[in-house]
């Protein structure tokens, strides 16, 4: 059997798959997970294939069968929806370690892996398509994030605010929020940052900003949140942590890294910009 997360595998096996195996793959990431509970006859009628095309991309998986990889599906549902709670409870008493020096070793250890294995596993085409959208100074660009995630859209939306205009955060209240939402058209960029326990409010923003033409960029876990079915763009992290909290290290490296593309992407521009709201802030006393 295969290991690891069913949309990881799926999404890095597409340029081995036959162009039938491909259109089954498609229809399963595209509302992932929740396709993956349909039936075969349901899915090869999705993706306009026959029913052995959809069991013999299962078994490209390494699945033996159908219910194989059903309930596969339904062992990383459990783990995807997992409180923090949750997460303490059923960890062993050796989960977390006590002392300070422990610790220090294992969270060394643990964020240097996630880290590494969050920037291996990024699809270079998804970064570079998130960068275009990023650095077209055309585009407008609205953020926003979660219960913990808001600072990582914050962090984000101040270092593009520095490169460029154009850059905004979803407002707090309700009516500046719908506004914002209503005016939403082909030029907006929605950046979602959306972490188990996703939230629903999320998943319709990027529902309505794909209806009116928009893009969305989604960062997310590794079992990916439900918004992620109407993104143009997914970056997702590990999210591996020494506390029953949810990391957020490997999302701000990968943050870090969009940042630093952008700056190159937008070069002179760029430096421009920067140069401009230094100035700027400097006249204002700001700095």
Known sequence: MTTGLLADDIRHRLGTLTPAERKVARVLLAAYPAAGFETVATIAERAGVSAPTVLRFVGRLGYNGYPDFQAALRDELDVRNASPIHLYEAADEAAFPQSPGGLLAH??????????????????????????????????????????????????????MQLRDGVRFLPDRDVERTA???????RDVLVVFDYRRYENDKQAMARLAQERG???????DAWLSPTSAHAEVVLPSRV????????????????????ACVVATLGDDAHRHMKQSEETARRVGLV
């Open 214 to 220: 928009g893009k969305v960029i989604v960062f997310t």
């Open 107 to 160: 969270s060394a250890k643990l964020f240097g892996d996630a880290v590494a294995q969050t920037l291996t596993e990024l699809a270079p085409h998804d970064l570079q398509t998130a960068i275009s959208l990023l650095a077209d100074r055309k585009r407008r660009i609205v953020l926003t994030g979660g219960r913990f995630t808001h600072v990582l859209a914050q962090y984000l939306g101040l270092h593009l």
């Open 240 to 259: 591996d942590t020494p506390s029953p909290y949810d990391s957020l290290v490997p999302t701000l490296a990968v943050v870090e890294t969009v940042v």
């Open 180 to 186: 914002v939402l209503d005016a939403f058209g082909r």
